[in-house]
Protein backbone atom coordinates (compact mmCIF):
# COMPACT_ATOMS: atom_id res chain seq x y z
CA UNK A 1 0.00 0.00 0.00
CA UNK A 2 2.72 2.42 -0.33
CA UNK A 3 2.08 5.78 -1.76
CA UNK A 4 -1.54 5.63 -0.01
CA UNK A 5 -2.61 7.85 2.10
CA UNK A 6 -2.60 6.97 5.67
CA UNK A 7 -6.07 7.39 7.31
CA UNK A 8 -7.47 7.13 10.98
CA UNK A 9 -10.95 6.32 11.15
CA UNK A 10 -13.01 7.71 14.89
CA UNK A 11 -16.06 6.76 16.44
CA UNK A 12 -18.03 8.90 18.45
CA UNK A 13 -21.67 7.67 20.05
CA UNK A 14 -22.90 6.44 23.29
CA UNK A 15 -21.60 3.26 23.22
CA UNK A 16 -24.04 1.78 25.59
CA UNK A 17 -23.09 -0.51 25.89
CA UNK A 18 -20.73 -1.24 22.90
CA UNK A 19 -22.01 -3.85 20.41
CA UNK A 20 -20.51 -6.19 17.87
CA UNK A 21 -21.99 -3.59 15.15
CA UNK A 22 -19.94 -0.75 16.34
CA UNK A 23 -17.08 -3.09 16.30
CA UNK A 24 -18.03 -4.32 12.44
CA UNK A 25 -17.98 -0.79 11.39
CA UNK A 26 -14.62 -0.39 11.32
CA UNK A 27 -13.91 -3.71 9.58
CA UNK A 28 -16.07 -2.60 6.49
CA UNK A 29 -15.18 1.08 6.73
CA UNK A 30 -11.29 -0.38 6.63
CA UNK A 31 -12.01 -2.72 3.84
CA UNK A 32 -13.77 -0.10 2.06
CA UNK A 33 -11.18 2.29 2.34
CA UNK A 34 -8.64 -0.02 1.40
CA UNK A 35 -10.86 -0.51 -1.66
CA UNK A 36 -10.25 2.74 -3.35
CA UNK A 37 -7.24 2.51 -3.74
CA UNK A 38 -6.22 6.18 -2.02
CA UNK A 39 -5.93 5.30 1.84
CA UNK A 40 -4.41 2.81 3.98
CA UNK A 41 -5.96 3.20 7.51
CA UNK A 42 -3.41 2.65 10.21
CA UNK A 43 -6.03 3.14 13.30
CA UNK A 44 -9.40 3.60 14.79
CA UNK A 45 -10.51 5.61 17.95
CA UNK A 46 -13.79 4.38 19.80
CA UNK A 47 -14.64 7.58 21.61
CA UNK A 48 -17.68 7.03 24.15
CA UNK A 49 -19.57 10.74 24.67
CA UNK A 50 -19.69 12.07 28.01
CA UNK A 51 -22.09 11.99 30.80
CA UNK A 52 -23.48 15.73 30.05
CA UNK A 53 -25.05 14.39 26.74
CA UNK A 54 -28.24 13.39 29.04
CA UNK A 55 -29.14 10.78 26.57
CA UNK A 56 -31.68 8.38 28.34
CA UNK A 57 -30.77 5.48 29.87
CA UNK A 58 -26.64 6.48 29.53
CA UNK A 59 -24.70 4.42 32.10
CA UNK A 60 -21.62 6.18 33.68
CA UNK A 61 -19.05 6.87 31.10
CA UNK A 62 -16.37 4.78 33.06
CA UNK A 63 -18.44 1.78 32.80
CA UNK A 64 -18.99 2.70 28.66
CA UNK A 65 -15.13 2.92 28.58
CA UNK A 66 -14.38 -0.46 30.68
CA UNK A 67 -16.84 -2.30 28.34
CA UNK A 68 -15.27 -1.10 25.09
CA UNK A 69 -11.78 -2.16 26.24
CA UNK A 70 -12.91 -5.25 26.89
CA UNK A 71 -14.76 -5.78 23.87
CA UNK A 72 -11.43 -4.78 22.10
CA UNK A 73 -9.09 -6.24 23.85
CA UNK A 74 -8.89 -8.49 20.49
CA UNK A 75 -8.11 -5.34 18.15
CA UNK A 76 -4.76 -4.64 16.57
CA UNK A 77 -6.04 -1.44 15.63
CA UNK A 78 -8.70 -0.35 17.12
CA UNK A 79 -8.14 1.35 20.37
CA UNK A 80 -10.67 3.33 23.27
CA UNK A 81 -10.31 7.19 23.75
CA UNK A 82 -11.30 8.34 27.24
CA UNK A 83 -10.37 12.00 25.92
CA UNK A 84 -14.14 13.37 25.16
CA UNK A 85 -15.61 11.20 28.10
CA UNK A 86 -13.77 12.89 30.75
CA UNK A 87 -15.04 16.19 30.12
CA UNK A 88 -16.45 18.43 32.57
CA UNK A 89 -19.33 19.12 29.98
CA UNK A 90 -20.99 17.44 26.49
CA UNK A 91 -18.65 17.88 23.62
CA UNK A 92 -19.33 18.59 20.32
CA UNK A 93 -18.55 15.87 17.76
CA UNK A 94 -16.43 19.00 15.87
CA UNK A 95 -14.72 19.85 18.93
CA UNK A 96 -13.67 16.36 19.26
CA UNK A 97 -12.03 15.74 15.83
CA UNK A 98 -9.86 18.49 16.39
CA UNK A 99 -8.46 17.15 19.58
CA UNK A 100 -7.74 14.04 17.94
CA UNK A 101 -6.45 15.36 14.91
CA UNK A 102 -3.87 17.88 16.66
CA UNK A 103 -2.76 14.75 18.95
CA UNK A 104 -2.03 12.81 15.52
CA UNK A 105 -0.52 15.62 14.17
CA UNK A 106 2.08 16.52 16.89
CA UNK A 107 3.17 12.69 16.76
CA UNK A 108 4.20 13.78 13.61
CA UNK A 109 5.49 17.40 14.58
CA UNK A 110 3.10 18.95 12.27
CA UNK A 111 0.30 21.65 12.40
CA UNK A 112 -2.85 20.91 14.51
CA UNK A 113 -5.23 22.24 11.17
CA UNK A 114 -6.26 19.32 9.14
CA UNK A 115 -4.80 19.06 5.62
CA UNK A 116 -7.12 20.21 2.72
CA UNK A 117 -7.17 19.71 -0.70
CA UNK A 118 -4.87 22.42 -1.54
CA UNK A 119 -2.08 21.99 1.17
CA UNK A 120 -2.06 17.95 1.82
CA UNK A 121 0.38 17.06 4.71
CA UNK A 122 0.35 12.91 3.09
CA UNK A 123 2.89 12.02 6.05
CA UNK A 124 0.25 12.80 8.60
CA UNK A 125 -2.38 10.33 9.03
CA UNK A 126 -6.10 11.86 7.72
CA UNK A 127 -9.30 11.80 10.26
CA UNK A 128 -12.52 10.85 9.52
CA UNK A 129 -15.90 10.64 11.19
CA UNK A 130 -16.89 7.03 10.93
CA UNK A 131 -20.39 6.62 11.83
CA UNK A 132 -23.27 4.11 10.58
CA UNK A 133 -26.22 5.28 8.22
CA UNK A 134 -28.39 6.51 11.56
CA UNK A 135 -25.95 9.25 11.94
CA UNK A 136 -27.03 10.72 8.70
CA UNK A 137 -30.12 11.85 10.13
CA UNK A 138 -29.04 13.51 13.38
CA UNK A 139 -28.31 16.42 10.65
CA UNK A 140 -31.82 17.11 9.76
CA UNK A 141 -32.73 17.52 13.67
CA UNK A 142 -33.14 21.13 14.19
CA UNK A 143 -30.73 22.69 16.54
CA UNK A 144 -28.52 19.55 16.90
CA UNK A 145 -25.78 20.86 14.96
CA UNK A 146 -24.44 23.81 13.58
CA UNK A 147 -24.13 24.86 9.90
CA UNK A 148 -20.28 25.68 10.60
CA UNK A 149 -19.69 22.47 12.17
CA UNK A 150 -21.56 19.91 9.77
CA UNK A 151 -18.92 21.97 7.15
CA UNK A 152 -15.86 21.23 9.03
CA UNK A 153 -16.55 17.72 10.05
CA UNK A 154 -18.05 16.83 6.37
CA UNK A 155 -15.88 19.27 4.54
CA UNK A 156 -12.34 19.27 6.16
CA UNK A 157 -12.10 16.11 7.84
CA UNK A 158 -14.93 13.84 6.18
CA UNK A 159 -17.25 11.04 7.17
CA UNK A 160 -17.10 7.18 6.20
CA UNK A 161 -20.79 6.10 6.76
CA UNK A 162 -21.93 2.34 6.95
CA UNK A 163 -25.26 1.35 5.64
CA UNK A 164 -27.44 -0.39 8.44
CA UNK A 165 -30.64 -2.31 7.27
CA UNK A 166 -33.08 -0.39 5.16
CA UNK A 167 -31.69 3.31 6.23
CA UNK A 168 -30.62 5.13 3.19
CA UNK A 169 -27.61 7.54 3.72
CA UNK A 170 -27.23 8.62 -0.11
CA UNK A 171 -31.54 10.45 0.67
CA UNK A 172 -30.18 12.32 3.41
CA UNK A 173 -27.18 13.51 1.59
CA UNK A 174 -29.69 14.31 -1.66
CA UNK A 175 -32.33 15.62 1.02
CA UNK A 176 -29.25 18.24 2.62
CA UNK A 177 -28.08 20.87 0.20
CA UNK A 178 -24.91 21.13 2.70
CA UNK A 179 -23.97 17.49 2.80
CA UNK A 180 -24.29 17.28 -1.23
CA UNK A 181 -21.52 20.55 -1.72
CA UNK A 182 -19.28 17.88 0.27
CA UNK A 183 -20.47 14.61 -1.48
CA UNK A 184 -16.57 13.65 -2.96
CA UNK A 185 -15.91 13.54 0.86
CA UNK A 186 -18.61 11.10 2.03
CA UNK A 187 -17.70 8.18 1.81
CA UNK A 188 -20.98 5.59 1.65
CA UNK A 189 -19.86 1.90 2.71
CA UNK A 190 -22.56 -1.17 2.03
CA UNK A 191 -22.86 -4.07 4.66
CA UNK A 192 -24.29 -6.75 2.86
CA UNK A 193 -24.06 -9.44 5.43
CA UNK A 194 -27.62 -7.76 7.91
CA UNK A 195 -26.58 -6.76 11.34
CA UNK A 196 -29.69 -5.52 13.59
CA UNK A 197 -27.65 -5.51 16.32
CA UNK A 198 -29.24 -2.53 18.41
CA UNK A 199 -27.96 -1.05 21.76
CA UNK A 200 -31.52 -0.06 22.74
CA UNK A 201 -32.83 -3.39 21.89
CA UNK A 202 -29.75 -4.94 23.78
CA UNK A 203 -30.66 -2.51 27.15
CA UNK A 204 -34.35 -3.35 26.72
CA UNK A 205 -33.43 -7.25 26.66
CA UNK A 206 -31.29 -6.86 29.49
CA UNK A 207 -33.63 -4.88 31.77
CA UNK A 208 -36.24 -7.66 31.39
CA UNK A 209 -33.92 -10.59 32.18
CA UNK A 210 -33.20 -11.35 28.53
CA UNK A 211 -30.05 -13.57 26.90
CA UNK A 212 -28.11 -11.07 25.00
CA UNK A 213 -25.44 -14.15 24.52
CA UNK A 214 -24.07 -13.72 20.97
CA UNK A 215 -24.81 -10.08 20.58
CA UNK A 216 -22.06 -9.03 22.57
CA UNK A 217 -18.39 -10.36 23.75
CA UNK A 218 -18.65 -12.44 26.44
CA UNK A 219 -16.33 -10.05 28.64
CA UNK A 220 -19.31 -7.28 28.11
CA UNK A 221 -21.88 -9.40 29.43
CA UNK A 222 -19.46 -10.69 32.39
CA UNK A 223 -18.76 -6.89 33.23
CA UNK A 224 -22.24 -5.79 32.63
CA UNK A 225 -23.71 -8.80 35.57
CA UNK A 226 -20.86 -7.92 38.11
CA UNK A 227 -21.85 -4.20 37.57
CA UNK A 228 -25.90 -4.37 37.69
CA UNK A 229 -26.11 -2.32 34.31
CA UNK A 230 -29.29 -1.27 32.45
CA UNK A 231 -31.75 -2.33 34.85
CA UNK A 232 -35.31 -0.93 35.02
CA UNK A 233 -33.99 2.21 36.97
CA UNK A 234 -30.89 2.74 35.11
CA UNK A 235 -33.18 3.31 31.85
CA UNK A 236 -34.83 6.13 34.05
CA UNK A 237 -31.78 8.17 34.13
CA UNK A 238 -32.23 11.29 32.24
CA UNK A 239 -35.71 10.55 31.52
CA UNK A 240 -36.95 14.25 31.63
CA UNK A 241 -33.87 15.73 30.65
CA UNK A 242 -33.21 17.35 27.77
CA UNK A 243 -30.19 16.33 25.07
CA UNK A 244 -27.38 18.63 25.91
CA UNK A 245 -27.17 20.20 22.50
CA UNK A 246 -31.15 20.90 21.99
CA UNK A 247 -30.25 22.30 25.38
CA UNK A 248 -27.03 24.69 24.56
CA UNK A 249 -29.22 25.81 21.28
CA UNK A 250 -32.20 26.92 23.02
CA UNK A 251 -30.06 29.17 25.44
CA UNK A 252 -28.51 30.62 22.49
CA UNK A 253 -31.59 31.22 21.10
Known sequence: ???????????????????????????????H??????????????????DGYGK?????????????RLALQSSDWVSVDDWESQQADWTETV??????????????????DPPTNE????????????????????FKVPGLWMDDHVEEVVG????VCVSRGSLQPDRAIHESDLLSRHRQSIFLVREWVHNEISATEIR????????????LPDSVIDYIR????????????????????????AIQD
Open 56 to 68: QGLVASKHRLAMA
Open 33 to 50: MHQTGLYRVVGGIVSPVG
Open 119 to 138: QPASDVPQLKLLCGADFMDT
Open 95 to 112: VTMRYHYGHIAAQYHHSK
Open 156 to 159: RFGL
Open 204 to 215: RALRRGHSVKYL
Open 226 to 249: EHNLYTQDSEMKNKDVKLRPLAMQ
Open 1 to 31: MAGRLPLVLLACGSFNPITHQHMRLFELARD
